[in-house]
């Protein structure tokens, strides 16, 4: 199933505000463009860490770059309500 399709799925749900669905398509998206693919049973945990580490390095829209504040709460949150809930187990992160 395609990663864009089970966005689609999860924006029709009622209560879900306009604002939130427009953020998290273009969310979801950029993880499409990174992965280079739309295959949902594709992705691995391997696969969202490295985005996530990609997105600490880019740059934003607004020319600097991405609080972790803003890749934990809106960047990895539209991947947790796109793909199927257990489909990904993601690693604990390692405290030194």
């Known amino acids: 199933m395609k990663l864009t399709d089970l966005f689609e799925r999860y924006a029709k749900q009622p209560g879900i505000r306009a604002e939130t669905v427009r ?51 809106s960047y990895l949150s539209a991947a947790n309500v796109t793909l199927p809930t257990g489909s990904i187990s993601f690693p604990s992160p390692q405290i030194p």
């Open 23 to 73: 953020q998290f398509r273009a969310i979801i998206a950029h993880l499409v463009g990174y992965l280079g693919h739309d295959d949902a049973s594709r992705v691995k945990a391997a696969d969202i860490v490295g985005w996530r580490n990609a997105l600490g390095e880019e740059l934003s829209v607004k020319g600097k770059p991405r609080s972790p504040k803003t890749i934990n709460g």
